[in-house]
């Protein structure tokens, strides 16, 4: 099976690199235009994908070192769920090659990838994901919860809140293969923590970064604990953008002052609705291209194919 895997990725990362040397590009969508460009700050955002390249996997992947390329992409962030359906075992697990260094071997992809914890990767064993990020140049996680700030210009920054929300999840106590784990967790440690550093962060841009949602239209739809803990604390700091993966989707829900997208369709999709907070959403396999200026921050959703099915501005609301 492993020898078969390994020969899926070889092919179709083939196809998806002879598109690439082609100059195949993104298509734009009909609809709102958006400040994309190679200045200023631009990232991608990607979840729930290690597959061993199946699925879809290497087809986003494709069309995401294309994208990276497009806009000059500093980062790629991902939103958990990186190695399905169990984890990684070790700092050497051979998933490590078939579903990430194989998968994604580009140029444009060799940036800093900022990776978050899934509850699939706490299937398997955590701490093995925050090992490979000492030797890896690219894999960053330097805890289970982290942030990172970077310029956006000389005057601008963004600061990113990378949590840990699988130990939030009650059910998963319940889950033998997670339980011990989730449970060793300190989840006031770690909400304590985070509003410490939104209070603290000077920055101009501030974006919490959790695998699960706060709220979804997809097939898991919202999440109580994510509500009960971090909503609040979005509330409290003024934080105006929540990013998550969980739910096999791309999706844009509005609330109450704060912009959720969901970039959780690296390698598969699941059904999809729309709810009274959407403003998008698709059941298909893709990812998101995020572009920052001081004054805003554009987003496009992009499909496997590499059409741009959305695109929005989220405006930076001052004082």
């Given amino acids: 099976m ?8 070889k092919t179709l990362f083939a196809a998806s ?7 195949v590009a993104v298509e734009p969508a009909e609809g709102e235009e958006t400040a994309v460009s190679s200045g200023g700050f631009n990232y991608l955002v990607v979840g729930d994908w290690g597959r061993d390249g199946e699925r879809d996997q290497v087809e986003v992947a494709g069309q995401m070192s294309i994208a990276a390329t497009d806009v000059n992409a500093r980062l790629v962030i991902s939103v958990g769920d990186n190695f399905y359906e169990d984890g990684v075992a070790t700092a050497d697990d051979p998933q490590w090659q078939s579903s990430f260094e194989e998968v994604y071997p580009q140029e444009s992809l060799q940036i800093p990838w900022y990776v978050i914890l899934g ?17 890896s140049k690219r894999w960053r996680m330097p805890a289970r919860y982290y942030t990172e700030a970077h310029r956006i210009d000389g005057e601008t920054t963004v600061e990113f809140f990378y949590i840990d929300t699988s130990p939030m999840v009650r059910e998963y106590r319940l889950v033998e293969k997670m339980a ?15 509003d410490e550093a939104l209070g603290k962060s000077m920055a101009e841009w501030k974006i919490v970064v959790g695998h699960h949602p706060v709220y979804s239209g997809g097939e898991h739809g919202d999440q109580p604990e994510v509500i009960a803990n971090v909503l609040p604390l979005l509330h409290k700091h003024q934080v105006p953008v929540y990013l998550n993966g969980h739910d096999h989707d791309l999706q844009h829900l509005q609330a109450d002052g704060v912009d959720f997208f969901t970039s959780g369709a690296g390698s598969q999709f699941r059904r999809t609705t729309s ?4 403003k998008f959403a698709k059941a298909t396999s893709g990812f998101m291209t995020v572009s920052m200026r001081r004054e805003e ?9 590499g059409t741009v099915l959305y695109q929005t501005t989220v405006r930076r609301v001052v004082g």
């Fill in 275 to 278: 709810k009274a907070q959407t």
């Fill in 297 to 305: 921050m554009a987003v496009r959703m992009i499909d496997n194919h």
């Fill in 119 to 135: 509850n699939h990767d706490y299937h398997g064993n955590p701490e093995a994901e925050l090992a490979y990020a000492k030797t």
């Fill in 180 to 194: 011990p784990k989730v449970m060793a967790e300190d989840v006031p440690k770690q909400l304590a923590w985070l």
């Fill in 2 to 9: 492993q020898h078969t895997r390994r020969n899926f990725v």
């Fill in 17 to 23: 690199q002879a598109a690439l040397v082609a100059g």
